[in-house]
């Protein structure tokens, strides 16, 4: 029997649902959870925008940060967003007024390149310099913004050499890598050498333990060490999970728990895969 012109075409035009869409293989969407779904995905993302432009005002431990500063080394504990970098910003305005030198270490390239254009912008080209890896860049100036290993490296070859760090505060960003099974130790030999007139500026969202860091710290360097948190995160973290069909599904229920409407998505999903793929028999 022969086919007419067309049946085989008609044969594959199955439509498959549009993106966004909770039919799969036919299935109808529930409307239950679809409601449940739409009213969870507007809680997410209630609030969500730009805020409102106020006068800036520093927090408690951004200020308690400043004056300690002066006279003791000091850990700073506080969630990403609370404004650790701007107690940096501060104290190394204030140096080079005096006309004294800061370093500037983070663990990352990228890191350490952001910073520097941040610092050029704001404390202008020429007070700011930039030592890593592959860059090398006014090196003279009175703020160097590097990565630790570099820094590190030159405590090595100032003790070599019999000579001084020109340097008179330092701030070690991501403090936590201490912790790093790999290059821990970098964070480790540039606070034991750095000499105790340099005072360190440690900064971290999530180094553990921090009044027995402090400690450490304190024993190897024979210092004072002040430990500064912050208070609740500033800038809410919202969790949440986008299907496969684009359909984005709050992580966590109204009542704070895991939202089970994501595991009946996934085995739907599952359900429809062995429906369309079905395990040959050996």
């Known amino acids: 029997m022969r086919r007419k012109k067309g049946d085989k075409a008609r044969k594959h035009s199955t439509r498959r649902p549009e993106r966004g869409s909770t039919a799969v293989a036919g299935q109808r969407p529930d409307p239950v959870r679809e409601k449940r779904r739409s009213a969870g995905v507007e809680r997410l993302l209630a609030g969500i ?4 432009a106020k006068p800036f005002k520093p927090d408690a431990f951004q200020v308690e940060a400043l004056a300690a500063i002066e006279n003791e080394d000091v850990l700073v504990t506080a969630p990403t967003g609370s404004g650790k970098t701007w107690i940096a910003r501060e104290e ?5 007024a005096a006309g004294k030198k800061a370093w500037y270490t983070t663990p990352l390239k990228a890191l350490t390149n952001s910073k520097y254009a941040e610092f050029c912008e704001e404390f202008g080209a020429e007070n700011v310099g930039i030592l890593t890896g ?10 160097i913004v590097g990565t630790t290993e570099i820094y590190r490296n030159q405590l090595f070859d100032a003790l070599r050499n019999g000579s001084d760090v020109e340097a008179d505060f330092v701030i070690l960003d991501e403090a936590h890598y201490l912790a790093d099974e790999d290059r821990g130790h970098v964070w480790e030999e540039a606070i034991i ?3 105790k007139r340099i005072r360190l500026l440690l900064l971290s969202a999530t180094v553990g333990g921090a009044e027995e860091f402090a400690r450490w710290i304190e024993d190897v360097r024979d210092t004072t060490v002040r430990v500064i948190k912050a208070g609740p995160r500033p800038v809410e973290l919202r969790a949440a999970y986008l299907s496969s069909e684009l359909e984005l599904y709050p992580l966590f229920g109204p009542d704070g728990g895991y939202n089970r409407d994501i595991d009946a998505v996934d085995k739907k999903k599952t359900d429809a895969q062995r429906r369309r793929f079905p395990r040959r028999r050996r």
């Open 49 to 52: 925008g730009v805020p409102e």
């Open 92 to 96: 190394i305005r204030r140096l080079l």
């Open 134 to 143: 592959d860059r090398k860049e006014n090196f003279d100036a009175p703020l």
């Open 193 to 195: 050498l750095s000499p």
